[in-house]
């Protein structure tokens, strides 16, 4: 019976875990959260930011917590403002604001329902996990828990290879733009800015940084020069569940011919963010069904079509971003970046498009090529002690952790009992696994495993009575 917990992470999903055994718990708990050293426990690098003009991609009806209370998210930003509606594309920072909310509540609610939380305001040194328990190395104090959630988030960003030495040394070459946008108040405005990446993490950058600095120009370099879809002004449901699509792509797990069975689902819908929406369900199965080859040829291939149609952007954000296009604020170059080097004190990037190099030349370049997942060669204390010590066994493609679906971290292909991932480690195993929903949806299936030895004896008495 798992009565002792560690939840190592401090942000969304390891808020999510939280209130999920809190909210769930029957026997008696003990969970110990190792924050990390988070100001703000809860928020974690994407709801961190303070900017409004960063808002989530997702409606606000669909970003409640849990399943028992989905409109969670809207009913805490509605009683801020009436006005706000379910189809609404709200600031990040007020959903930072619901996590914090939900975290407290948790903790409140802890005590009335046995449950005794724990919170270590710093990061878990090292873990070493064992078939009947898990040790938590904190400073020179060691626990024992029965079980533990790695709920990490996001690993710390790497430059991409070519960058010089130079360049990062005088913050000319930035790679986490997150915290570049926190100090960007200090810094003399330049004249041009190069955007390495275009997804959404670039499009917060380039619309943050338009709007402090007004005679800035951007210039966004990505392999496909092509920005984030947006959603449709109206929110759309699926023409049915898919389940049709599923089928005939699960009976041929192959990536062309997935492409051409997407490709034929859309001519024959009215919208092509239908079809996209309606596999949003199944995408985990359907990762399952690919042999680790066709994983491998979808993430070359086809990773940055997907990624683009299925992480979009709202329609105000898209209407901004074309807005400094037309202004000439805003070009977007197709080429994948090769080098950053310094030149005359600016810096120069070279990207290859079409077999042809060309050089890009700018004041300041910044990084947005979104979230890191790969555990490798990580910068990640823990994850790095894991890793080195064989406790845990990197995917292969660079997506988090050998996993299983239900959230098992692996080593050496044998799952571990008593340890657990959640969000960016579980890319590997389920692929869609960094938006809220579907940590939601991960949450709620670890409580699952983590409380069903306490839960069963319950069940049991219970029948035993009603018999």
């Given at each position: ?17 939280l209130t999920e055994l809190v909210d769930r718990a029957i026997a008696p708990l003990h969970l110990d959260w190792y924050t990390g050293g988070a100001a703000h426990p809860g928020r974690g690098i994407a709801y961190g930011t303070t900017s409004p003009h960063h808002l989530l991609n997702v409606r606000a009806a669909t970003m409640g917590m849990f399943s028992r209370r989905p409109r969670g998210f809207l009913d805490f930003a509605q009683r801020a403002d009436p006005q706000v509606a ?13 996590l914090e909310d939900e975290a407290a509540n948790a903790l409140a609610q802890s005590r009335s329902r046995g449950v005794d939380v724990r919170v270590v305001p710093f990061a878990a040194d090292a873990l070493v996990p064992e078939i009947d328990g898990v040790t938590v190395i904190q400073g020179e104090r060691a626990s024992r828990v029965d079980a533990a959630v790695l709920a990490i988030g996001a690993l710390p960003v790497r430059p991409i290879a070519g960058v010089e030495a130079s ?301």
């Amino acid at each position: 019976m798992f009565r002792r917990v560690a939840i190592v992470g401090g942000g969304a999903a390891a808020v999510a875990v939280l209130t999920e055994l809190v909210d769930r718990a029957i026997a008696p708990l003990h969970l110990d959260w190792y924050t990390g050293g988070a100001a703000h426990p809860g928020r974690g690098i994407a709801y961190g930011t303070t900017s409004p003009h960063h808002l989530l991609n997702v409606r606000a009806a669909t970003m409640g917590m849990f399943s028992r209370r989905p409109r969670g998210f809207l009913d805490f930003a509605q009683r801020a403002d009436p006005q706000v509606a379910g189809t609404d594309f709200l600031p990040r920072r007020l959903y930072g604001d619901y996590l914090e909310d939900e975290a407290a509540n948790a903790l409140a609610q802890s005590r009335s329902r046995g449950v005794d939380v724990r919170v270590v305001p710093f990061a878990a040194d090292a873990l070493v996990p064992e078939i009947d328990g898990v040790t938590v190395i904190q400073g020179e104090r060691a626990s024992r828990v029965d079980a533990a959630v790695l709920a990490i988030g996001a690993l710390p960003v790497r430059p991409i290879a070519g960058v010089e030495a130079s360049l990062l040394a005088e913050q000319r070459y930035i790679i986490d733009p997150w915290a570049f946008l926190a100090s960007a108040g200090v810094h003399a405005p330049p004249r041009e800015v190069a955007l390495v990446g275009l997804g959404l993490s670039a499009v917060d950058v380039l619309l943050e940084l338009a709007d402090r600095w007004p005679d800035t120009h951007f210039t966004a370099v990505s392999r496909h020069g092509r920005l984030p879809a947006a959603h449709l002004p109206v929110a759309t449901v699926p023409d049915d569940d898919g389940g049709g699509l599923v089928e005939a792509m699960q009976d041929a797990p192959e990536i062309r011919r997935w492409l051409r069975l997407l490709r034929e689902a859309i001519a024959a819908s009215e919208d092509w963010r239908v079809v996209i929406d309606s596999l949003r369900p199944s995408t985990h199965q359907l990762w399952e069904a690919l042999p680790l080859a066709e994983r491998a040829r979808f993430l070359r291939h086809a990773r940055w079509a997907w990624e683009r149609a299925r992480h979009r952007m709202p329609p105000q954000v898209e209407r901004q971003v074309l807005a400094l296009e037309r202004e000439g604020r805003l070009k977007r170059v197709s080429g994948h970046v090769t080098a950053a080097r310094s030149r005359d004190g600016r810096v120069e990037l070279e990207a290859w498009h079409a077999g042809a190099s060309a050089s890009l030349l700018a004041d300041l370049a910044i990084q947005t090529i979104g979230l890191d997942t790969d555990v490798r060669n990580t910068l990640h204390p823990l994850m790095r002690q894991m890793v080195t010590n064989g406790h845990v066994t990197p995917d292969p493609l660079g997506l988090g952790c050998q996993a299983t679906p239900d959230g098992r971290l692996c080593h050496d292909g044998t799952p571990w009992p008593r340890l657990f991932g959640i969000g960016s480690l579980m890319r590997g195993a389920r692929w869609e696994s960094i938006a809220m929903p579907e940590i939601r949806l991960q949450a709620r299936v670890l409580a699952s495993q983590i409380l069903e030895p306490a839960i069963a004896p319950v069940r049991r008495r219970l029948a035993s009575h009603a018999g």
